[in-house]
């Protein structure tokens, strides 16, 4: 059974830094996609960073260059850097997995994504 597991949210002032990350278990998997998604109360799910699976990355417009992603497949774990933290960074923060079968593509953030953790925290005040 697959489960995602997100840890490092928590309450900070504009300007800061947060490290998030996301422990994998229960799949084996030939290719996969993972990637972090973000959602305010009353607003639908953005996605925020992922990986596709030739490990390539994208990011969402809003945190280019403030966010960075990184996994290491070894331990099947999954980070989301995020610096220069702003007020419209608060939400609930996932982290999600797709997985693919030996020679198939997924896309990351442009794809769909089967598997989701429970979410974690973020707000950042001004």
């Known amino acids: 059974q697959v489960r995602l597991v997100e840890f490092g949210g928590g309450s900070l002032q504009a300007g800061g830094s947060l490290r998030l990350s996301c422990a994998a278990s229960?799949?084996?998997?030939?290719?996969?996609?993972m990637g972090w998604f973000r959602q305010v109360p009353g607003k639908e799910r953005e996605g925020v960073a992922s990986?596709?699976?030739?490990?390539?990355?994208t990011y969402a417009d809003s945190v280019e260059g403030r966010f960075t992603i990184s996994r290491d497949n070894a331990k099947n774990t999954l980070d989301l850097e995020m610096n220069s933290l702003k007020p419209e960074d608060t939400a609930v923060y996932y982290c999600?997995?797709?997985?693919?079968?030996?020679?198939?593509?997924?896309?990351?953030?442009?794809?769909?994504?089967?598997?989701w953790g429970q979410g974690t925290q973020v707000t950042v005040s001004s």
């Open positions: 229960g799949f084996t998997a030939s290719g996969y996609c």
């Open positions: 999600a997995l797709e997985l693919v079968p030996h020679a198939k593509y997924c896309s990351g953030l442009g794809g769909t994504f089967g598997h």
């Open positions: 990986f596709d699976s030739l490990d390539r990355t």
